[in-house]
């Protein structure tokens, strides 16, 4: 028997317990399956970051990048999401599996791209790269040409 | 010894029971008064009575020792005299200090009310007539040990105080007490939520997690500026698509895309309407919404709160 908190428990907990961080990073990213959009940013929880600089919250990566594989693997042979549930394919990692110590923050940031960003952004050897981990201060506070953003605006700030 | 056991309060000799305005202020209001005389007794067998009731104390004594018999009475039979008013009145004395022991001495203090000092572990009280009552205010942390028979407590669970909470507890006799009410200084439950540790899980492992009313997942999203989040719960990172679109990623998946997702927003601009994203598919793992000033144009709302209910993976 699993005597390890449930992993939602550990978060609500972790939320009680830990001061929330903002990051100092910002993740920016182009999909290639979405050539004409802007780029995107993915922006870190405070209380996910904090509860990942503490240790003993998070489930190993491994566990995420198997469930990311289930849920690809039942997009390609059904060619939609819905209808999806993890009972149909064995069902999501051990919500009870031992969880990892602590991470520094940029270990954190590579746990969430691997987590967060589809794989065909960052498991891809391209030409030029799909994305880039840049400090929060080179991404512009002025939204008006939000939907002008691409990936090259923000590399050569790229921490 | 003299026999009270089927006389009412309003008969017994005026000259042994003076009616001292501030000790019976009370006996004027004819209101319905159904009460255990044990009630009675335990609070004349205080030492700290006003001048000139000393008798009652007596009284109640030798009642004791006669018998275990019921008042049960009604204002009508009582003519103008209030007993509650009476035992408010007795009950006045000042609250004592007891030091927690293994077994504490509450029963044998000078007041109702007591004051325990001390963090040393309760297991037990000491040995009182069934019936007599205890208010206890709590100076320190400490614990008091649940036993089934000899110290009963709410929930069957060991209970760690604080300094300020307070609990009333009711002798049943032979040294066994009752906890009847407990009540944190911070204004906690006892049991339930404490807003640290557990709700009761149902389901088994894998399966429905939690009270399956709670959200799962929220969120509060600054979509202006450099977007950040304000507090969440499961939630690992939002992606910032484009103006007015955001996916928001859980730590913990749902266990199917069918969970339910309510999304609303603030905006200075001229926000008319959120929803769930329309081109990004829902997934066990995300949900993205969309936040429009028409049905051209996006905007970047102020506030974008979102709350995800449904099982867990």
Known sequence: ??????????????????????????????????P??????????????????????????DACLADAAKVAQWEQEHGTLEGFAWNKVGGASDPYAEPIGPMTEEEAIEYLIQKDIPERVWATDTNRPRFAIVPVEAIPNDRTHRMAWRLNDFERSAA | ?????????????????????????GMRIGIANRIRIEQILSLLETEDIPDGAVTLAKLAADARAASNLTFDDTAASLGETNVQGAIDALAAPARVDVASAATTNIGAADSLDIRITGTTTITAFDTVAEGVRRNVLFADALTLTHNATS???PGGDDITTAAGDVALFRSEGSGNWR????????????????????????????????????AKAWANLNGTGTIALRDSLNVSSVVDNEIGNYTFNFTNSFDAADYSIT?????????????????IEPTASSA????????TSNIDPVIVAVDMNGDLA
Do not use: C
Request: hydrophobic share 40%; net charge positive.
């Open chain 1, 1 to 34: 028997m699993n005597t390890n908190t449930h992993l939602w428990d550990r978060l609500a907990e972790a939320r009680e317990r830990l001061d929330p961080v903002q990051s100092k990073y910002r993740v920016v990213f182009e999909d290639p399956n979405e």
């Open chain 1, 36 to 61: 004409d959009a802007p780029a995107k940013i993915l922006v870190p929880d405070p209380n996910w970051m904090a509860a990942a600089l503490a240790g003993g919250v998070l489930p190993p990566i």
């Open chain 2, 1 to 25: 010894m003299m026999a009270i056991s089927t006389r009412r309060i309003d008969e017994l000799n005026p000259t042994t029971i003076p009616r001292r305005d501030h000790a019976f202020a």
């Open chain 2, 151 to 153: 110290l009963i407590l």
């Open chain 2, 179 to 214: 906890m009847v009410r407990y009540s944190r200084a911070d204004g906690r439950p006892l049991v339930g939520v404490d807003g640290t540790t557990t709700i009761t899980r149902t389901g088994g492992t894998n399966s429905t997690v939690l009270v399956r009313a709670i």
């Open chain 2, 263 to 279: 999304v609303s927003a603030r905006s200075v601009g001229s926000l008319n309407y959120s929803n769930i994203q329309a081109n």
């Open chain 2, 288 to 295: 993205s919404t969309g936040h429009f000033a028409s049905t």
